[in-house]
Antibody, heavy 119, light 113 residues
């Protein structure tokens, strides 16, 4: 049974960096048949795919154009987890952030983290 | 980007009655080489992440009741709940995984009439 456990702060100041981690159990971040995803959800933007990292003999990542200049998704093989960093945040980045596994569909999700950008 | 548009935005259905949700993609999500539609349906209840109901447009996920069914191909898809139960009150989303970026519909809220 795959489980994803999110961690990270729920409050970030404007212009600072949002950092979240997703710990994986029951699967490997280095699996060559899945991708590891970050998604956010807000009333104004709905469900928004932010990006992914995946391993196919080497590591790849893809990002949404809307955040491409500010986002990094990194795997951590030593801890079997992956992370999200979103730089220069503004109140528009306030949302519930989810990590998920993509195997076709997004079949396993983290519990969600409400991140509020406010001073 | 592929734009996913759902209709209606909300609907109220009596217990035991049929609920139908439509999803239209701005371009085809049918991959000709394997004849599969790269379309998923999710159910989301308050305070929870979305849960997969249907993938490949019409394949029910494990443990999903058979009152949920998906149909359609190309650009037009439908999620049907054949006999609405109280526990089906939720928001339903379609999502394409044909290309990057993955995109979702805006959601359809299902309530009891």
């Amino acid at each position: 049974q795959v489980q994803l456990q999110q961690s990270g702060p729920g409050l970030v100041k404007p212009s600072q960096t949002l950092s979240l981690t997703c710990a994986i159990s029951g699967d490997s971040v280095s699996s060559n048949s899945v991708a590891w995803i970050w998604i956010r959800q807000s009333p104004s933007r709905g469900l928004e795919w932010l990006g992914r990292t995946y391993y196919r003999s080497k590591w790849y990542s893809d990002y949404a154009v809307s955040v491409k200049s500010r986002i990094t998704i990194n795997p951590d093989t030593s801890k079997n987890q992956f992370s999200l960093q979103l730089n220069s945040v503004t109140p528009e980045d306030t949302a519930v952030y989810y990590c998920a596994r993509e195997m076709g569909a997004f079949d396993y999700w983290g519990q969600g983290t409400l991140v509020t950008v406010s001073s | 980007d592929i734009v996913m548009t759902q209709s209606p935005d909300s609907l109220a259905v009596s217990l035991g009655e049929r609920a139908t949700i439509n999803c239209k993609s701005s371009q085809s999500v049918l991959y000709n080489s394997n004849n599969k539609n790269y379309l998923t349906w999710y159910q989301q209840k308050p305070g929870q992440p979305p849960k997969v109901l249907i993938y490949w447009a019409s394949t029910r996920a494990s443990g999903v009741p058979d009152r949920f069914s998906g149909s359609g191909s190309g650009t037009d898809f439908t999620l049907t709940i054949s006999s609405l139960q109280a526990e089906d009150v939720a928001v339903y989303y379609c999502q394409q995984y044909y290309n990057i970026p993955r995109t979702f519909g805006q959601g359809t809220k299902v309530e009891i009439k």
